[in-house]
């Protein structure tokens, strides 16, 4: 099923004449309207009007968070406030949040892109829709809120926390599709194993994931405990929250990403240069539909890369590969550049190992040391040393195989590393700054 069928499949050269024209009318606004834009546009040398086609994308400088922190709060708004109904924030780990502002016209697209994104991973008018995101600055839970309405579904307004309840209300409603965090849905399938209560059997069909970094080899963690299909969502709330690019059932192979509102474009994180289709680099978006706050050229530090293929969906936005982690997560561990999603799919596969991890970076003279702290399940646990033993060491040499640099394990009690309701904390880095 495709919600909005004419847009959803229009014809690759369409798509670029669409996103040309509406490059050009932004480039226009948002040179009249902030004058942040307006600089950019100075420096670099051009005015809007000289951009004639998507190949002049590139002439636009970068937009960076710095320049949203610079701009605090409303610096890049560029609609008055009397034309903003709402206003979203992300926590951001240091300093002031980044704050983004949404006319009427940008919730009703925020609205028909969550629309477009609930029907491509399976759901429909009839489903129950368990929206466990949070509510409020967060974009999660209000995004999802509002596209699960939008398709005819009822939507049970969960938010995050009270774990217990969420599954009392589960077994109770009935709901159909979950919509959290992927830690969060195993912790919902911990949670319920402990209260008795077999997650497998309640009507839960579809998980619909995203938030935070995961690998495919959680996705088969959680579709094998929770029961369901899980279905990648990607966002951010710097463009738009939940809902800038979705998997589609039919394929569960990278995010479509919906062009008629954005262009993405993949650069080298290091030189800015811009990478052919299909090598992996940091995503840049550009809005080309936003009123509030249009965002060109943004830097969004996720790292992925694009995937050109036509699908088997019949949807022609082209797809993201799943994000493998941000820039700014990557750590570099004596020289070698370490993500955390390399670590968690060696861990995946290692018999006896849970999902839950953290990686511990700290700095003992001028030597960066890597401590990997996960759990095993009960019955490796209480198993004899020898075998937590050996256990450890294939671990280390896993780790070691595949990134060249050696770590220490230490095997932990089930249920001892941190749950989190929204996004999973995976790194704890001591090093001075
Ligand atoms: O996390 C929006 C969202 C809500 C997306 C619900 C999906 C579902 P922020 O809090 O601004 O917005 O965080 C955005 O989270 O730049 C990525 O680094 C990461 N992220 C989001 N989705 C995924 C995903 C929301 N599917 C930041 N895979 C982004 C990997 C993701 N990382």
Redesign the pocket.
């Known amino acids: 099923m495709i919600w909005n069928e004419e847009f959803e499949t229009l014809p690759r050269e369409a798509i670029a004449s669409l996103q040309a024209k509406r490059l050009q009318q932004t480039a226009e606004r948002v040179y009249a309207t902030v004058p942040f834009y307006q600089k950019q546009f100075d420096k670099a040398g051009f005015k809007p009007d000289q951009i004639k086609s998507l190949d002049d994308l590139k002439r636009i400088p970068f937009t960076l968070k710095q320049d949203m922190r610079d701009n605090y709060p409303y610096g890049l708004f560029a609609k008055p406030l009397d034309e903003i109904v709402r206003i979203h924030a ?2 951001g780990t240091t300093g002031k949040p ?1 704050v983004v502002g949404y006319t009427r016209r940008d919730i009703d697209n925020w609205t028909e892109m969550m629309a477009r994104s609930f029907v491509a991973a399976g759901a429909s008018r009839g489903d129950i829709i368990h929206n466990a ?1 949070g509510y409020g600055l ?3 839970g209000l ?2 809120h509002y596209g699960a309405e939008a398709i005819g579904a009822s939507v049970i307004p969960m938010s995050g926390g009270n774990s217990k309840k969420q599954l009392m209300i589960m077994q109770d409603f009935g709901s159909t599709v979950l ?1 959290c ?1 992927p830690s969060y849905s195993l912790y919902l399938a911990e949670i319920a194993a402990e209260e008795g209560i077999d997650i497998r059997k309640l009507k839960l069909r579809v998980g ?7 690998t495919e080899k959680l996705r088969d963690e959680i579709q094998e405990k929770v029961g369901i299909k899980a279905i ?7 463009i738009l ?5 979705i998997e589609c059932i039919e394929a569960q192979n990278g ?1 479509h990403i919906w062009e008629d509102h954005f262009i993405p474009e993949i650069i080298d994180p290091n030189t800015g240069d811009i990478l052919p289709d299909g090598e992996q680099g940091e995503l840049v978006i550009s809005t080309i539909t936003k009123e509030g706050i249009p965002m060109l050229r943004y830097r ?3 790292i992925t890369r694009i995937i050109a293929e036509p699908c088997i969906c019949g949807r022609t936005h082209r797809r993201l590969a ?2 493998c ?2 820039t700014d ?1 990557m750590l570099i561990i004596r020289g070698v550049n370490v993500f955390p999603s390399q670590i968690e799919s060696v861990l995946m596969d290692i018999e006896g190992v849970e999902p839950h991890y953290v990686l511990i970076v700290n700095r003992d003279g001028n030597l960066d040391t890597l401590e990997v702290q996960v759990e095993v399940n009960e019955q490796t646990f209480s198993d004899e040393v020898k075998v937590l033993q050996s256990l450890s060491r294939t671990i280390e040499k896993e780790i070691k195989d595949l990134l060249g640099i050696s770590c220490r394990i230490r095997l932990v009690e089930p249920k001892t590393i941190a749950r989190s309701e929204g ?1 999973a904390q995976r790194v704890i880095d001591n090093r001075p700054k």
Request: aromatic letters at 10%; zero cysteines; glycine letters at 20%.
């Open positions: 992300s926590s980044t995101y967060f974009t999660g995004g999802a919509t965090t619909i994931l995203g938030a935070e970094p995961w990648d969502i990607y966002g951010l709330s710097e929250g939940p809902g800038v690019g995010l969004t530090r996720d799943r994000m982690g941000r997560d996004k």
